[in-house]
Structure formats: C-alpha cells, structure tokens
C-alpha cells in the first residue's frame, strides 16, 4: 500500500524491513534503477514532508521518482536530472527520511544487514541448472 516508509528497529523477521534493488535501468533491461520492499509492489517513489513515500513499482525504469542508488560509500542516492548536487536519503530531526546534500555532514548512510536469498530464487536457480539453461535461456 502506497504511503510514507516509517523508521523502527530492526528485526531480522520483519518483512517491512526487507528491501531489494528493483526495477530497470532507464532504457535497459539491466538491474536496477531502484529500492523495492520485498514481496510487495511497492518502491521508494517521491519525498515529501512526510518523507519518502512508497509506490507501485515501475519495472520499466520510466518513473524517475523511482530512481535510487545504493552508493558504495552506503549513502541511498536520489537521481534528480538537473540538479546539480546529489542528494541523499537522510534521517531527519523527525525521525522520517528526507533529502539531503549527499556531501553533508548530516547524510545517513545505510548497510546491508541479514542478506538472504529468497526460497523462490534458490528453487529457480536450482531448475536453470536441471535443465541446463542460463539466466539469459
């Protein structure tokens, strides 16, 4: 259900908390232009003053709302075409995740943490390999 992502603990269990790169690659079938929470429809999308709102994932790449990147310095990038400085998810004196500089001293960054490989990807690996065929088949 689309709304605004909320901040808790984190649960290893918890499947709110599980996120993964989603969507393509503006003009690409190449992984992946955004963050989806897993076993949902729904991708961080646009930042208000409520903070980052989720929505239904546009696999295609063509909802720039839906454009983020998880840096290799842990900071989950905003794309924003035409604004000079990158920006940043952040969280705020509000507990929410809002936009900031990517240079501030204020930016969050993130981790990955508890990674895990879904049963559905194991079994689909599993039958690419039964049957001799590549993700590319």
């Not at 049963?119 to 065929?133: I, P």
Request: with cysteine; charged share 20%.
């Amino acid at each position: 259900r689309s709304g605004p992502v909320t901040l808790a603990a984190c649960e290893r269990q918890q499947a709110a908390q599980q996120y993964h790169m989603a969507n393509w690659k503006p003009g690409t079938k190449e992984c992946c232009s955004g963050v989806r929470i897993w076993n949902t429809d729904q991708c961080f999308d646009q930042v208000d003053d409520r903070g980052v709102n989720t929505y239904s994932c546009d696999i295609s790449g063509g909802n720039r709302n839906q454009h983020y990147a998880l840096t290799k310095n842990g900071y989950l990038m905003k794309a924003q075409p035409g604004v000079a400085h990158k920006m940043c998810l952040s969280i705020n004196s509000g507990n929410k995740l809002g936009l900031v500089d990517c240079k501030s001293a204020t930016a969050s960054t993130f981790k990955r943490q508890w990674k895990f490989e879904p049963v559905e990807t194991r079994l689909y690996q599993q039958q690419l390999a039964k049957h001799k065929f590549d993700d590319n088949f």
